[in-house]
């Protein structure tokens, strides 16, 4: 596995917002089925939503859909996950995260092994207080 890094995490107050983006050397956005997910403390990792390789089909799980908004700019080889509305449940460890195997389809990104993802951030904590 390869690293990215992800930024723009931070402490906002609930109702508020933050956009992450992710980057890496080496990495091309467009060669990839690229995602995002998050882990709290003491709890499962959890898929937030996917962009296919061909950038035509996007995904949200139930836990994004309506706040969040996934995104990519191919010329800067980054992508993004814009998030709106942030409440408490939402503080976790934020990971982006691209994949050659995987496709973007109803949950299929998001329950690969480890060794299917071509590419991990190191993650970053977005915290919303109570």
């Known amino acids: 596995q390869s690293r990215l890094v992800e930024s723009g995490g931070g402490l906002v107050q609930p109702g508020g917002s933050l956009k992450l983006s992710c980057a890496g050397p080496?990495?091309?956005?467009?060669?990839?089925?690229i995602g995002w997910f998050r882990q709290a403390p003491g709890k499962e990792r959890e898929g937030l939503s996917c962009i296919s390789k061909s950038g035509n089909t996007i995904n949200y799980q139930d836990r994004a859909r309506g706040r969040f908004t996934i995104s990519r700019d191919s010329a800067k080889n980054t992508f993004y996950l814009q998030m709106n509305n942030l409440q408490p449940w939402d503080t976790a460890r934020y990971y982006c995260?691209?994949?050659?195997?995987?496709?973007?389809?109803?949950?299929?990104?998001?329950?690969?092994?480890?060794?299917?993802?071509?590419?991990w951030g190191q993650g970053i904590q977005v915290t919303v207080p109570a």
């Open positions: 080496g990495f091309a956005v467009n060669n990839y089925t």
């Open positions: 995260t691209a994949s050659s195997t995987r496709y973007c389809r109803g949950t299929n990104y998001y329950y690969g092994g480890d060794r299917e993802y071509d590419f």
